[in-house]
């Protein structure tokens, strides 16, 4: 896969998974909150499973202690993110909600930083920071901030899982290149964990998912089995913090999604918001390759002007010529 295929998943995800905050949104009250995460994920698991199946057995090597403890770690990630992140829309704005959510993008390159001690290039950096302006103005519509709830805190809590989750993936990876059984490993861990802790919070009746069975399937197979490993299949190629940035959009087709199929209606500011949060993408996707062109063409340019000097044309010569330059110099009398 190329990078801009890989790109272009990433894309393709982040408008699957808009449409999944309208599913989401269309469950809220009618599935409890971890009894959803378990029952999506356990429908993504079992999506995926022959996918898993088959790569396993075209494996070279089983995989190592080291590849078996990333991946039971990003499994936790995703089982954390989102609970706390389903759990916490239950119990706040959806403006805070939305904001917090895509604050996520602004942690992925700490996260990376801090894993791998490589500083975000600036222009990252610069686009993460427009990215969560951008998702300020499209959840806020440019107005005050809504009062902070336990909700709001329970998603600012699941960014911190998203970004360190996005960061490990590309280490899972380089060390066994098999994004389905990661996939796999991740939907089976997640709910398997959230399914133990449903009874514990929740009442499960048999007739909230017949009520929530469209949202929940389309959670469970599009957005998870999927998107969700579509991301998992395009950050083998896409560095972690560029992966996020497109994955911002996520927001982006969410409000358009939520205009389109729920009638909600997107303001000026909001608007603004999303040509900030895709400018920003633009920015990275086109802007760092074309400030290397320009600077390598800059380069070449320099080494042209050098290169017609006149002192320096002679050191260019054929052996085979600067024998017959020596002699005619000699016979001019002229040093060589």
């Not at 709830?149 to 899982?161: E, M």
Request: aromatic letters at 8%.
């Amino acid at each position: 896969m190329k990078r801009w295929q890989a790109d272009a998943a990433l894309l393709a995800t982040a408008l699957l998974w808009g449409g999944a905050f309208v599913a989401q949104r269309e469950v809220e009250g009618v599935i409890p909150p971890l009894t959803f995460v378990a029952a999506r994920f356990a429908i993504s698991a079992v999506a995926l499973a022959p996918f898993a199946a088959v790569e396993a057995r075209r494996a070279a090597a089983p995989l190592d202690a080291r590849s078996w403890r990333l991946g039971i770690g990003i499994a936790l990630t995703l089982f954390v993110g989102s609970a706390l992140q389903q759990v916490g829309l239950a119990t706040t704005t959806a403006t805070n909600g939305g904001f917090l959510t895509a604050c996520y993008v602004a942690l992925t390159p700490l996260a990376v930083w801090l894993l791998s001690g490589r500083p975000p290039r600036p222009i990252v950096a610069l686009a993460c920071t427009l990215a969560v302006a951008g998702a300020w103005l499209l959840a806020s519509g440019g107005g005050p901030a809504q009062p902070l709830t336990i909700g709001d805190g329970l998603i600012a809590l699941s960014d911190f899982a998203w970004a360190l989750g996005i960061a490990w993936t590309p280490m899972f990876l380089a060390r066994s290149p098999r994004p389905f059984t990661l996939a796999f490993l991740e939907y089976a861990v997640c709910g398997a964990l959230a399914a133990v802790a449903a009874p514990a919070f929740e009442t499960i009746r048999a007739a909230d998912f017949v009520a929530g069975l469209v949202p929940l399937l389309y959670a469970g197979v599009i957005s998870g089995a999927v998107a969700f490993t579509l991301t998992i299949v395009a950050q083998r190629y896409t560095p972690p913090a560029e992966a996020a940035l497109v994955l911002s959009l996520e927001s982006v087709f969410a409000a358009v999604a939520g205009a389109i199929l729920l009638g909600e209606r997107l303001t000026a500011p909001a608007t603004a918001g999303c040509a900030l949060i895709l400018f920003s993408v633009l920015m990275v996707e086109f802007g760092g390759p074309l400030l290397l062109r320009l600077k390598s063409a800059g380069l070449g340019g320099r080494e042209s002007g050098r290169a017609a000097r006149p002192g320096e044309a002679r050191l260019r010569l054929p052996k085979a010529a600067r024998p017959r330059r020596r002699a005619r110099l000699h016979a001019l009398g002229k040093p060589s």
